[in-house]
Every structure is written in C-alpha cells, then in structure tokens.
C-alpha cells in the first residue's frame, strides 16, 4: 500500500514568491491534514479536512496561506507570497475517519531566501 | 490551554543503554496519547495508549500511560545508533485535534 506522497521534497524560493505543496492521502482515508514543522518543535496544525470539508482551520493564517481540496483527495497547500519565516517543513497526514493514528508523509522542506 | 511537554529536550547516551522519554500532558476532553519516532523524514507510528497502566510493547520499545498523574513514559532497552531520533508525543483531544510536545532529541553513541 502506498503512504501518504508529498512533493516537492525540498523547495528554495525567494521571498514574496509563491509555493504550493501537494498531498496524496492513503487510498480510502478521508481526513487529512496539513502541519508545519519548525526545527526542534512538534507539528503545527494548520488545517485539517474531512473528505472536501475544511473542519478546522482556525490555525492558518489566511491572509498568504490557502488549501484546497477539491474532490476529498489530493491536497494542495498554497503560500503566496512566501515570508523568510515560512522555512520549515510541511507536513502532510492522513487518517481513516474517526481514526486516532494519522500517517505522515515525507514532508516538504521549504526554505525561504 | 492544553499542553504537552516533554522531557528531556535532549539525551545522549552509549549504545546497550536503556532510555526513558517522558510525556507529561493537560488536555481537556483527552482521549489518547500517541508516540512517534521522527527520523530524517516524517514521524512514524510507534504506540497508541488510551489506557492506563497497560504497557504496550514493540521489540525492544515499550510504552505506558498513567491518566490519573497525566503522563506516559517511552522505554528503549539495548539502544542501538539506528534509535537517534527525535520523539515526539501527541495528546489526542475528543474533537481530534492532536497536542504535540517538542520532541526528545535521542543521540546514540557507538
């Protein structure tokens, strides 16, 4: 069984430039969710969908920050326009509804320049 | 607020060690407490606890929860350099949401 796909892996920017990160959840897991990861901290929530719902967002900021997901699968994160404190590594994950074990992907490490 | 802290920050200790990671948490409407090992990439799965005082166990990696003190502990006997990672521990409130701490960083030395 496939895990959860990210990609990019690695991504360098300058900043004011846009980004977006993509997500494919394990097949038939209908909750997923984005996380940021700063060095030497635990994973940030920044959204967290039920198949196409958007269920808690309240962590995202809003004003450069945006997700969709359209169809209740794939996932795209979208930062525009990128700040030097965005450089961290986004992570995604997904879980079986009502499930309490969430499986990350490889995350995407974005460095801002 | 809820929170969940965890200690020590860092360890460093000698292959064939034993190693206990401490997770003390405070969250309203708890549900259960979750155990990753987060290497090069992203965290991976290691142990579930939803209740206490049933240790739960994976070769040579163990791991308990007391909810009346509101902690758990991460065991590694016979340490081995493949075990340097940082482990994080997650509460799970009710409504889903995971809790992290700030991970123990485990270093192995050979």
């Known amino acids: 069984e496939a895990g959860v796909v990210q990609s990019p892996r690695y991504k360098i920017i300058e900043k004011k430039q846009p980004v977006a990160f993509w997500c494919n959840p394990i097949s038939g897991h209908n909750t997923l969710y984005w996380y940021l990861q700063n060095l030497g901290q635990g994973p940030e929530l920044l959204i967290r969908?039920?198949?196409?719902?958007?269920?808690?967002d309240s962590q995202l900021p809003k004003d450069r920050f945006s997700a969709e997901r359209l169809k209740g699968v794939d996932s795209t994160l979208k930062i525009q326009p990128a700040e030097l404190g965005d450089s961290a590594v986004y992570l995604c994950a997904s879980a079986a509804s009502g499930a309490n074990v969430l499986t990350f992907g490889a995350g995407s490490r974005l460095t801002v320049l | 607020e809820d929170k969940v802290v965890q200690s020590p920050l860092s360890l460093v200790v000698h292959e064939g060690d034993t190693v206990t990671l401490n997770c003390s948490y405070e969250?309203?409407?708890?549900?259960?407490l979750l155990w990753y090992k987060q290497e090069k990439k992203a965290p991976t799965f290691l142990f579930m606890l939803?209740?206490s005082g049933i240790e739960k166990k994976s070769g040579r990696l163990s791991s308990i929860l007391d909810k009346k003190e509101l902690f758990s502990i991460l065991n590694i006997t016979a340490t081995q350099t493949g075990d340097s990672a940082i482990y994080l521990c997650a509460a799970l409130h009710s409504n889903y949401q995971l809790i992290w701490g700030a991970g123990t960083k485990l270093i192995i030395k050979p």
């Open positions: 939803t209740s």
């Open positions: 969250v309203t409407n708890f549900r259960s």
């Open positions: 969908y039920e198949n196409e719902e958007a269920v808690d």
